[in-house]
């Protein structure tokens, strides 16, 4: 069974200053994507960025981007020029690419603090 | 195009009876997905379905959870005699195809008394 692991359950960060949330992953699989979603206090869950495993080139969404390390099964995302509509959970989810589908395999979170 | 909608976003239910959590997926999807959140938590895959099809209950609680999604109307999942560990935010979220990008509802807070 695939697992996902967020070791940080809480950060910190100054207003302006980067941030990089860690997620670590177990899988068999070679094929999959990777995701980062931001669940802020409305508890809507919002899509932030998307790898797939296939693809060495890390992904970028403007102030978003990852570090994906596939041998180390790390993907970790990095937030640059923080600002306060960033402080949200922060999920990292896994999904195997097979015939049908599969639904998502979530970590527990990180809650990201921007402080003014 | 309105997003996926749940309702109600809050329920409160007492011990023994039943909930009905509903979820409209977009339009053109055809895909839906029921996920659970604890409190503290990660969310937690329950179910996945196509019109009319279970596709994959792998997550969904052997007893008192079911989920269909009829031809027409919304997906419903239904707990029976609900009991206080229930009590979580219980998501939806469908897509065109089972390889395309999932959008999320805003959820429903159930409160078991």
């Known amino acids: 069974a695939q697992t996902v692991t967020q070791s940080q359950p809480e950060m910190s960060v100054q207003e302006a200053e980067t941030v990089t949330l860690s997620c670590t992953y177990d899988?068999?699989?070679?094929?999959?994507?990777l995701f980062w979603y931001k669940q802020p206090p409305s508890r809507q869950m919002i899509l932030v960025i998307r790898?797939?495993?296939?693809?060495?080139q890390n992904a970028t969404e403007n102030r978003f981007s990852v570090n994906f390390q596939k041998a180390a099964k790390s993907f970790s995302l990095k937030i640059s020029d923080s600002q306060l509509g960033d402080a949200a959970m922060y999920f990292c989810?896994?999904?195997?690419?097979?015939?049908?589908?599969?639904?998502?395999?979530f970590g527990k979170g990180t809650h990201l603090i921007i402080q003014p | 195009n309105a997003g996926v909608m749940q309702n109600p976003r809050h329920l409160v239910r007492r011990r023994g009876q039943e909930a009905r959590l509903r979820c409209s997926p977009m339009?053109?999807?055809?895909?839906v997905y029921w996920y659970r959140q604890l409190p503290e938590e990660g969310l937690k895959f329950m179910v996945y379905?196509?019109?009319?099809?279970?596709?994959?209950e792998s997550g969904m609680p052997k007893e008192r959870f079911s989920a269909e999604f009829p031809k027409e109307g919304p997906s419903i999942l239904r707990i029976q005699q609900v009991v206080r560990g229930d009590s979580a935010a219980y998501f939806c979220?469908?897509?065109?195809?089972?390889?395309?990008?999932?959008?999320f509802g805003q959820g429903t807070r159930l409160t078991v008394v």
């Open positions: 979220a469908s897509s065109v195809s089972g390889n395309t990008e999932a959008f």
């Open positions: 899988t068999s699989e070679s094929d999959y994507y």
């Open positions: 790898q797939e495993a296939y693809k060495q």
């Open positions: 989810a896994y999904r195997r690419i097979r015939g049908g589908a599969d639904g998502l395999t």
């Open positions: 339009k053109g999807h055809s895909h």
């Open positions: 379905l196509q019109k009319e099809n279970i596709i994959d």
